[in-house]
């Protein structure tokens, strides 16, 4: 690698503002012998890929050379980290709540398995990350250190191609093909996902003579699409008219398409039902909105669920958690699908599926309904479906005001009155909009009451990592903040559990100025698991500690992060809350809830599903269902 010419190009770009630009006023050359390792940084860049979390070993000591030269140019951010798990958490955060498109750069061996596994929050919620692994040797010597043991070729590009989509650079001139394939997935409108590009540790320093940038494939760009054939429109449209009772389920791809599903729900009068990663898709006080439904859900998302005749489905993939394991329609007669991929659009049977992105199709379908014309005996069934979802809506509400307004509660393992968990979740909520702050929920018992308690009124306020429940997500993304171009404050809700999956965000926060709060959720348990094992069997075993942590102190020992004990009443945990946020760094806050056999403590459960003893009877609740 000649150094000066390397940073003469990293120079270039830097200063025009990208790669195009610098190839179009002529201060980068349209051809260049660079390395492998400098190609891949020079093609991510085209596409708009200026940030890198990473971990560098000696399976990527040689692109690691080229991230130094030109960050030190400004051309890129290199982001160390110190957990892979967790930097791969921050990169899927970046891309979700702030649009950009991040890189994860990993070792060989131990340290990408651990990046794919935290990539499955990735996979499983659409979100596009670009995953730069070192890999095996080309030549066979022998097996390198660290290598995925086996007998075939390319063990690890034939394990990452399982989540996403995969290519081994085995020759360094495949890197055009590599990285269309890769802007293919990473930037796909529907449902994107991870894109792994496998980086043989010999193959990283070899020269790629005379390489051609132009050719290089800028970012994907695909127009809004949806069907050709106007006889769906009329099959949906005749359907609407003809049915009373309707429910539009607006999954997570709907989050973008708010005004459209509000546009469709009032047209048609249909009763609005969020998953748990569309909260704010309809303002929480709208009439049409039913809140939450699935196998935790609410009173009112579940009833309309239940007793609705026609389902549209928008952007939503049914999840076992959304649509109860399949049985969350016992009474739909038919199904209108909107979604942009084939098989989410065909899930159920007896489907009108209008194939496309959500905005363009509910546009043409509000064009083709017009007033939407029904007779009289479905006007009358319409408005008295609507008044009984507006009077199980009413339902929840008191309910959810009820149970967040509990306060304290003894707690054994604690021996003093603190907090429930969904009157911490609503004061913490609170806070947030107060403050204009991005909420992060964590998996667990933290993550189900806060999509219950949540009240939305608008999509992004909160991100909610349904799609994997991969514990540690929230307090981990938080490094997200610290590299958008225009981040926001965060706020972490994390458990006990989830929290110490993944602390090393004190760390990280403290290295890369990340100003933001974790609130650690303490009841010194797995709640929502000790909470189904008592629902399942009577009891719970093996989801609990005897162990007391102080997380503020543990906070504490790093310098530049606030550690704060979060009080036991409301009033000392909203005061914490503001002390917290005064702080110009990371702060976490340590709050003690509440967890036992006290109907109160939690916000219930109203659905099915298919785990443990209640399998037989959803399986054949599912079999018995016709959609």
């Known amino acids: ?94 891309a979700w709540a702030y649009g950009e498109t991040p890189a994860v750069l990993s070792s060989i061996g131990p340290g990408p398995l651990l990046a794919y596994s935290g990539s499955l929050a990735a996979a499983s919620n659409g979100i596009g990350v670009y995953h730069l692994y070192g890999d095996e040797t080309t030549h066979g010597e022998g097996y390198n250190m660290q290598q995925v043991i086996g007998g075939r070729q390319g063990e690890f590009g034939r394990l990452t191609d399982i989540l996403g989509r995969s290519y081994t650079l085995h020759t360094p001139e495949a890197l055009r093909d590599a990285l269309r394939r890769g802007t293919q997935t990473v930037h796909r409108p529907n449902f994107a996902g991870p894109f792994y590009l496998c980086l043989p540790i010999n193959t990283q320093p070899k020269t790629i003579a005379s390489l051609n940038i132009e050719a290089l494939p800028e970012r994907l760009s695909v127009g809004p699409t949806l069907p050709a054939d106007m006889a769906a429109f009329e099959d949906a449209a005749m ?33 609005v039902v969020l998953s748990p990663g569309s909260n704010g898709v309809l303002p929480d006080n709208h009439p049409l909105n039913m809140h939450v439904g699935g196998s935790k859900g609410s009173v009112s998302g579940n009833y309309a669920m239940e007793h609705a ?109 603190i907090l429930t968990q969904p009157t911490a979740v609503a004061i913490a909520q609170a806070f947030a909009r107060k403050v204009n702050a991005l909420k992060v929920f964590d998996a667990g018992d933290v993550q189900a009451n806060g999509f219950q308690v949540n009240d939305d009124n608008s999509p992004f306020e909160t991100v909610t990592e349904s799609g994997a429940s991969f514990m540690g997500f929230a307090a981990s993304s938080l490094l997200a903040a610290a590299a958008a171009d225009k981040p926001r404050y965060m706020i972490a809700f994390s458990g006990d559990g989830s929290f110490m999956m993944n602390p090393q965000i004190l760390i990280d926060g403290a290295q890369h100025g990340v100003h933001a709060m974790v609130i650690v959720f303490d009841n010194r348990r797995m709640g929502a698991i000790s909470s189904l094992q008592q629902a399942q069997y009577g009891q719970d075993y093996g989801s609990n500690d005897h162990v007391e942590v102080d997380y503020a102190a543990m906070a504490n ?71």
């Not at 469709?264 to 009763?271: D, F, H, K, S, V």
Request: charged share 25%; glycine share 10%.
């Open 1 to 94: 690698m000649n150094e000066l010419e390397v940073r003469a190009r990293a120079r270039a770009i830097a200063a025009a503002g990208g790669v195009q630009a610098a190839l179009d006023v002529g201060i980068l050359p349209h051809r260049a012998d660079v390395t492998l390792s400098e190609g891949v940084i020079i093609g991510l860049l085209k596409q708009g890929v200026r940030k890198y979390f990473g971990i560098l070993g000696h399976g990527n000591t040689d692109i690691g050379e080229v991230l130094r030269v030109y960050s030190e140019e400004g051309a890129l951010r290199f982001l160390q980290c110190r957990n892979e798990v967790a930097m791969a958490h921050a990169a899927t955060m970046l």
């Open 557 to 627: 020992a790093v310098k530049g992060v606030k550690g704060i004990f979060g009080g036991t009443t409301p009033e000392q945990f909203r005061k914490t809350l503001e002390d917290a946020y005064a702080h110009k760094g990371l702060s976490v806050v340590h709050v003690p809830v509440f967890w036992g056999e006290e109907e109160k403590a939690g916000m219930g459960a109203y659905g099915r599903w298919n785990v443990g003893p209640w399998v037989a009877n959803v399986e054949k609740l599912y079999a018995d269902q016709t959609i």
């Open 309 to 417: 005749e026609l389902l549209i489905v928008a952007g939503s993939r049914a999840v076992c958690q959304s649509d109860c394991s399949g049985t969350g329609y016992p009474n739909a007669k038919h199904v209108i699908n909107i979604n942009g991929d084939v098989t989410d659009a065909s899930h159920y049977n007896h489907t009108t599926a209008l194939v496309g992105d959500i905005n363009p199709v509910i546009e043409r379908l509000l064009d083709v309904l017009g007033n939407v014309e029904r007779s009289d005996a479905v006007s009358r069934a319409s408005a008295e479906w609507l008044a009984s979802c507006e009077a199980k809506k009413s339902e929840w509400q008191a309910l959810r005001q009820e149970r967040t307004s509990v306060g304290a509660l003894r707690d054994d393992a604690w021996g003093r009155e």
């Open 239 to 271: 359907h609407i008219r003809s049915s009373a009772r309707i429910v539009i389920k607006a999954g997570g791809g709907a989050r973008k398409s708010a005004a459209a599903i509000r546009a469709l729900a009032e047209r048609i009068g249909a009763a």
